[in-house]
């Protein structure tokens, strides 16, 4: 077939876009993904060629034990799909119907397969009806309900190993927290200032006013970190005038050593500033401080505050995510079975193709 002009495609809808060599991909992959990807490399258990015998590691070190995080979606109707496609061939639409469809998010491990308890009572996974009417849409708040419950079950029931969970490059795993560090909004002057907040009730959805629109409360920015370890409240403190207050711009500079920065702009025209520029106004000077540009995003932050790692994986390199793999895998089985109208037998043969799915596969 390759010599007629055919490739082998699993998927012919959609687009694929090549951003393998960006420079701010390149730049993450070498300078963040790949060294501490070797950092942890020498402490994850291998597996020979047979897919079974562990080679063992050193006495003394604390295996690590890594967790793809995925989504993916089952169509009802997806029976078959794979076939020879001419080489240049577009994006060929497929008839509409795919009928109904069900979104599984869960982790992957070769240690242990999918995340759940010995038993298998308790797991991780969430299933998911996307799309309007239904279940809405997987928000970084479902991510992180679903991440907790990982952390959860793997402290319960698997502590002899650390854990790292891997995530895909996607907007709802980097979202920062609301009060997270940002200079955008800030002004320059002392005064009554805070960011919105969405408001959660005790169960931590979401509360919507009769718009349906999510409300939102004023709440105070979390505080900077300064290079020497100290944080930096900016807010003033009770004692003070200004008590309860914002900062500003210009004194946070100042206690950061900037002391011309009550002379600088608050920032240059619609912070377009010269390229290359860094030190042309207050907006800019902060955007470059270290602690404004290393914030964490809330699944960062929860994973590390159990001491649990998170890693990112780096834009358009969703194939080193070897859970697409499983995916494939069981998406092949689930194409086999029987057609099904009721949602409750599509599901169960859902989970029927991700069961099957065998670490035995997945160690390879
Ligand atoms: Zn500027």
Redesign the pocket.
Known sequence: MHELGYRWQRNHRGQYVDGHECPDVISYRQNHFIPTWTQLEPRMRKWLKDGVTEVPLSPGVQPVTVWRHDESTFYANDRRQSGWVEKGAGATPQPKGEGESIMISDFVSPEYGWCKSPDGKECARVVFRAGKARDGYFTAEDILAQTAKAIDLLSKYYSDSDHVFIFDNAPTHLKRAEDALSARQMPKGIQEWGVDATVMDSAGKIVRGPNGKALKKKVRMVDGNLSDGTTQPFYFPESHAHAGKFKGMAQILKERGFNNAEKLRA??KDFK?KEG?TQ??CR?ILFNQPDFINVPSMLETLCKSHGFGCIILPKFHCELNFIEQCWGYAKRLYQLYPPTSKSVDMEKNVEMALESTLIKCMRR
């Open positions: 920032q240059c500033c520029e042309c106004c800019r």
